[in-house]
Each structure stands twice: as C-alpha cells, then as structure tokens.
C-alpha cells in the first residue's frame, strides 16, 4: 500500500492504513463468488499526522464515513480486480481527506443597495398593462 500525499506536505505513512478484502456483491459470474475483490480501507482519525483543529474539521465535515471508534472507512467493490478496487479506494480516502482539511473561504457579504438598485432598474423595463 502507498503513502497518502495531502498536499501541503502532509503525508499519511501507509502503516496507519488498513486494508480488508471480501467478496463483492453483484453479477460477474464465478469470479465474484470465488475472489475476494472488494476492498475496504481503514484509517483512524486520532492517528493522523495532523493538528487537533484539523483532525476536528475531518470529524465534522466526514462524521457520516467515521464509526464511534473514530475510525474513517472508504470501500471500493466497482473493479473487478482487487488491486484496482484498492488504488480505487486510495485514491478516495485521499481526496476525502484533503477536502475536509481545506480551509473554506470565508463568504463576502452581499450589497444589498446594489442588489436592490439593480431590481429597480429591471422592474422599470417591464411593460405597463
């Protein structure tokens, strides 16, 4: 298993991954009921090398992937390999996390005289009945 890069130099060591295989669900004949290609990726959030503030931010903004254990979960079944399923799902927990570690930028208040100036002016061009 590969490193996760976050971006920023954050970098996640592949020994804090886990890995689980099991059979995938849906047709493919006797390939799904013989091999395992299905792949679970698992990663604990207190673990991360990252700051309190940030590891909050990953709580909150992915609170429905993390189990009450804190542990982040990212399955992939959509390949027919395992070793597709797992970069698959790699790559996956990868962008989750570097989307919940992203700052937001802050929302600029709107101009209400412009705004309403503007309705104005369109209000006037309409046609009188």
């Known amino acids: 298993m590969r490193d996760l890069d976050l971006g920023d130099g954050i970098v996640v060591p ?3 991954l886990r890995a689980a295989t ?3 669900g849906g047709p493919g004949g006797q390939n799904v009921n013989k091999v395992e290609t299905k792949v679970t990726i698992e990663v604990d959030v207190d673990a991360l ?3 309190d503030d ?3 931010r990953i709580r909150e903004r992915l609170a429905g992937r993390i189990n009450k254990a804190g542990v982040l979960r990212v399955t992939s079944q959509a390949e027919r390999s395992q ?3 797992r970069d698959r799902a790699l790559a996956r927990m990868e962008e989750l996390l570097t989307d ?3 700052e ?3 929302r600029k208040p709107t101009r209400l005289e412009e705004k309403k100036r503007r309705a104005q002016t369109k209000k006037l061009r309409t046609t009188v009945d």
């Open 14 to 16: 592949a020994n804090l």
């Open 22 to 24: 099991s059979r995938a």
């Open 49 to 51: 090398p990252l700051p």
């Open 54 to 56: 940030r590891k909050a």
């Open 83 to 85: 070793l597709a399923n």
């Open 100 to 102: 919940a570690i992203a």
């Open 104 to 106: 937001q930028e802050t």
